[in-house]
């Protein structure tokens, strides 16, 4: 079984500042991990995913993150951040054989202030 | 269709009802899942249908909850004698099988639930 551990339950940042939001994640088997993204009164969507290969992802509005098989983390990352990117920011993990479910972190409350 | 139908989108209820919340995946995807988001909770997972294969029911709270997926597409998630801790969002998602895109869920809207 996987799961998830997202520390932050709530970011505070000011604008054009660089964010990192923190996901550790714990599994008996190799992985696919993610990033969804819930903005205010919207659904899920996704942010980028590690499958295979590089282990620097990059994703939409200028996002990335690094999958980290020793530290088993996969932490997201901005260089600079909007207002805009206030939300909600899940990091999910699956194993990557067959067909295994989806398990969430409890999520982190990205707020970016003027 | 175009993406992850759910309805109703909203849904109040008294204490001890029973409801019925429906979710209609992408055409196409054998995955369907159903999540419960409660303030502060993030998203729990409930139930896992893949294509033909037993459903996944861990995530279950109780046997008050139950799902059904018909034909391999429409899923039905009941609550019986719903509770006041029952409210929440019920979010479905769907995902399609094999290659690349395994795992990469498309979310519904959601279905919000209050019990009074």
């Known amino acids: 079984a996987q799961s998830v551990t997202q520390l932050d339950s709530q970011v505070p940042v000011f604008e054009e500042a660089p964010v990192e939001l923190r996901c550790n994640y714990s599994?008996?088997?190799?992985?696919?991990l993610f990033w969804y993204v819930q903005y205010p009164n919207q659904g899920l969507q996704l942010l980028l995913k590690?499958?295979?290969?590089?282990?620097l992802v990059k994703g939409i509005n200028g996002f990335e993150a690094e999958f980290n098989k020793s530290q088993t983390s996969f932490h997201l990352r901005k260089p600079s951040v909007h207002i805009s990117d206030t939300a909600e920011y899940f990091c999910?993990?699956?194993?990557?054989?067959?067909?295994?479910?989806?398990?969430f972190g409890t999520g982190t409350r990205l707020l970016v202030s003027p | 269709g175009a993406g992850v139908s759910q309805s109703p989108s909203n849904k109040v209820t008294e204490k001890g009802k029973d409801v019925e919340l429906r979710c209609d995946p992408i055409s196409g995807h054998t995955a369907l899942y159903w999540y419960r988001q409660s303030l502060g909770q993030g998203l729990e997972f409930l139930i896992y249908?893949?294509?033909?294969?037993?459903?996944?029911k861990s995530g279950l709270p109780s046997d008050r909850f139950s799902a059904e997926r018909t034909g391999g597409s429409v899923s039905t998630l009941t609550i019986q004698r719903t509770q006041q801790e029952d409210s929440a969002v019920y979010l479905c998602?769907?995902?399609?099988?094999?290659?690349?895109?395994?795992?990469?869920?498309?979310f519904g809207a959601g279905s919000r639930l209050t019990v009074l």
């Open positions: 599994s008996s088997v190799s992985v696919y």
């Open positions: 999910a993990v699956s194993g990557n054989t067959g067909f295994q479910k989806l398990v």
């Open positions: 590690y499958l295979s290969g590089s282990t």
């Open positions: 249908f893949q294509g033909n294969s037993a459903p996944d």
């Open positions: 998602a769907s995902s399609p099988s094999g290659g690349s895109g395994a795992n990469v869920l498309t």
